[in-house]
């Protein structure tokens, strides 16, 4: 929702937002989406120092955010299933 109402300019086209509030909103999901990259790196560099499979915990990460980061630190790989 946030991508499409920075991006798609139909929200401002039928006066929901203005062009100002759609340019926010822009930057908004840019940050969102350099914290997400952040977190998938910590993600990876955790799961490696700890011998395990990084690349599904990364895009978890990369997908779910901050959460899925906090998972990686306090949960060895597996430790999740039931």
Do not use: N, Y
């Not at 940050?31 to 955790?46: E, P, S, T, Y």
């Not at 895009?59 to 630190?73: D, I, M, N, P, S």
Request: hydrophobic fraction near 50%; aromatic fraction near 6%; charge should be negative.
């Amino acid at each position: 929702m946030l991508v499409d109402a920075g991006f798609s300019r139909d929200w401002s086209r039928i006066g929901v937002l203005t062009h100002e509030q759609e340019d926010a909103l822009q930057q908004v999901a840019a940050a969102v989406g350099c914290f997400h990259v952040l977190c998938g790196i910590a993600a990876g560099a955790v799961s490696g120092m700890r011998g395990e499979r990084w690349a599904p915990r990364v895009a978890k990460v990369l997908a779910v955010g901050f959460l899925a980061l906090v998972e990686v630190v306090l949960l060895p790989d597996g430790s999740d299933k039931a």
